[in-house]
C-alpha cells in the first residue's frame, strides 16, 4: 500500500507538470485567439487543463487515503502482536523483551503522527487505546463503511483512473478488510439462516427446463435486471429422489423502497449474520418444496454469492457452491464442492482477503481468477470487472480449459443430466409487512 501511495503521488505530480505544459500553450494560443477555430482550440486547453488538474488531486488524496490505510492496519498488526507477547519475561527471554521494544518505538511513531509528538511519550498500552479513540486503528464500523463505499461502486467518484491507481485502490481494500475478514472467519456465520419473517416470495415464472451442460449456461441462468431474484430448479431424479439448484442474484439497489437486495443486506451479509435478502431465498426453496435431506447446489452472484456461502456453511444438504464475484471467500467445509469465480480487478471480490492457506472444500474444489477489464476508461465508474456479462465470458473459458478441475465439472452435468424431469421457478422478492400485532410485541 505504501508503494502504490508512492506511485499514486508520483502520478499526480506528473500530471500537475501536465497540466502546466497545457497551461503554457494556452498562454501561445490566447493572444492570437481570432478565429473561431483557435477560440475552440483556446476553451479546449483551458479544459484539459483544469480537468487534469482534478485528476492530479484525485491522485494526491488517493495517495493520503492509501498511507493512512497502511497506518491503521499496521497499528492493528502491531496490536495483535503485543497482545500475543508473554506479560513477563523470564531471564532466557530477551527476545521478547526485544520485540517489546521494537513495537513499542513503532507504535511512539505513529502516535505522534496522529496524536502529536507532545502524547508520544505515554505508555505503549495508553498510546493504543489513545490511537482506538481517534479512529486511527481500524474499527468494525470504519470497516463496514469502506465495504459500503466499495459495493456501492466507490471508484466511480474517482473518475476513470489510469491502471496504477486503481491497483492501489484495490490494494488499500483488501488491506483493510483483512482484520475484519479474519474476524468473521473465526466467528463464523451466524446459524439462524432460516427465514425470519422479513420477505416473502412470489413466483413470476415456472416452466419446464433442462440441466446445465457447463459453467456458462449456470451463470446465464441467475436472475436479476428484471422481477426475479431467486431461481429454483428442482431435479426429479430416478427412484423417486429430488436435488435442487438454487441461483441468486446481485445486489440490485443502494438502498430505499422494497428492494431486499440492497446494500443493507450487503451489510449484514458481511458481516456473517443473515439479512432480508437471505430469508428471500430460504422462503424460495421452502415454497418450491424443498425438504431436509434433498441435495443442493448453490449458485450466485456478488451478493448471492455470498446468500450461497451462508447457506453452504449453515445447511448440511448443500453439496455445490458456485459463486461469481464473490466479497466473502467460500467455506472450506470438506464435503462441498466449491468453484469460486473472481477477476483480479473486481473490486468487489477484492473484499474476500486471499484465500486461506491449504485446501478447501470437495476433491474438485478451485478458485478461478483472471484479469476481465486491464484497460481504464470512463467505464471504470460502473465497475465492469464486477458485472455478470464478464463472469459469464469468464464462464465459457473456464469450460473451454483443459485444466483437469475444469474438465472435472462434467461430472456434475451428468449427474444433472439424469434428471427424468427438471422444473424452473423463478421468484420475486418482498419485504414482508410487519402486522401491527408483531410490532408492537417487538416494543
Request: proline share 6%; aromatic share 4%.
Amino acid at each position: 500500500m505504501r508503494a502504490a501511495a508512492l506511485e499514486a503521488r508520483s502520478l499526480g505530480l506528473r500530471l500537475r507538470d501536465a497540466a502546466t505544459g497545457i497551461r503554457a500553450a494556452w498562454f501561445e494560443v490566447e493572444p492570437v485567439a481570432t478565429t473561431l477555430a483557435v477560440r475552440s482550440l483556446e476553451r479546449r486547453l483551458d479544459a484539459l487543463a483544469t480537468d487534469t488538474v482534478r485528476v492530479a488531486e484525485r491522485a494526491e488524496q488517493l495517495a493520503d487515503d492509501l498511507v493512512h490505510a497502511a497506518d491503521r492496519y499496521e497499528l492493528a498488526e502491531l496490536r495483535a502482536r503485543w497482545l500475543a507477547l508473554p506479560r513477563s519475561a523470564a531471564p532466557s527471554g530477551v527476545g521478547v523483551e526485544s520485540e517489546r521494544a521494537v513495537i513499542a518505538r513503532r507504535v511512539a511513531q505513529l502516535a505522534g503522527r496522529y496524536l502529536g509528538a507532545t502524547e508520544a511519550d505515554r505508555s505503549t498500552e495508553d498510546l493504543f487505546r489513545a490511537l482506538d479513540a481517534t479512529g486511527a486503528v481500524a474499527d468494525r464500523h470504519s470497516i463496514d463503511h469502506l465495504a459500503y463505499q466499495v459495493l456501492m461502486g466507490g471508484t466511480a467518484t474517482l473518475g476513470p483512473l489510469p491502471g496504477a491507481l486503481a491497483a492501489g485502490l484495490v490494494a488499500m481494500f483488501r488491506a483493510t478488510v483483512l482484520s475484519h475478514t479474519a474476524a468473521v472467519r473465526a466467528r463464523g456465520i451466524d446459524p439462524a439462516f432460516a427465514a425470519t419473517g422479513r420477505a416473502r416470495v412470489d413466483p413470476v415464472r415456472r416452466a419446464p427446463t433442462q440441466a446445465p451442460v457447463g459453467l456458462t449456461q449456470v451463470a446465464t441462468r441467475i436472475p436479476g435486471g428484471a422481477a426475479a431474484r431467486v431461481r429454483v430448479e428442482r431435479y426429479d431424479m430416478p427412484a423417486g429422489r429430488r436435488e435442487w439448484v438454487v441461483y441468486v442474484a446481485g445486489t440490485q439497489s443502494f438502498g430505499g423502497g422494497d428492494e431486499l437486495f440492497d446494500m443493507d443486506s450487503n451489510l449484514e451479509l458481511y458481516g456473517g449474520r443473515g439479512a432480508a435478502s437471505s430469508d428471500a431465498v430460504a422462503a424460495a426453496l421452502a415454497d418450491a418444496g424443498h425438504r431436509e435431506g434433498e441435495t443442493v447446489h448453490a449458485v450466485g452472484h456478488s451478493q448471492g454469492a455470498m446468500i450461497a456461502s451462508m447457506l453452504a456453511a449453515s445447511d448440511p444438504d448443500v453439496r455445490t457452491l458456485v459463486g461469481f464475484g464473490s466479497p466473502v471467500l467460500p467455506p472450506a467445509s470438506a464435503d462441498v464442492l466449491s468453484v469460486d469465480v473472481r477477476h483480479s480487478d473486481d473490486v468487489v471480490a477484492a473484499l474476500a482477503g486471499p484465500p486461506v492457506p491449504g485446501p478447501s472444500g470437495a476433491p474438485g474444489s478451485f478458485i478461478a481468477e483472471r484479469l476481465a477489464d486491464p484497460l481504464p476508461g470512463i467505464r471504470d465508474g460502473w465497475l465492469p470487472a464486477h458485472q455478470m456479462d464478464g463472469y459469464i465470458e469468464t464462464a465459457a473459458l473456464i469450460d473451454a480449459s483443459t485444466d483437469p478441475r475444469a474438465r472435472g465439472l462434467s461430472g456434475l452435468w451428468a449427474h444433472l443430466g439424469d434428471a427424468e424431469s427438471v422444473t424452473a421457478t423463478e421468484y420475486a422478492a418482498q419485504p414482508r409487512p410487519v402486522s401491527p400485532s408483531s410490532s408492537a410485541a417487538a416494543g
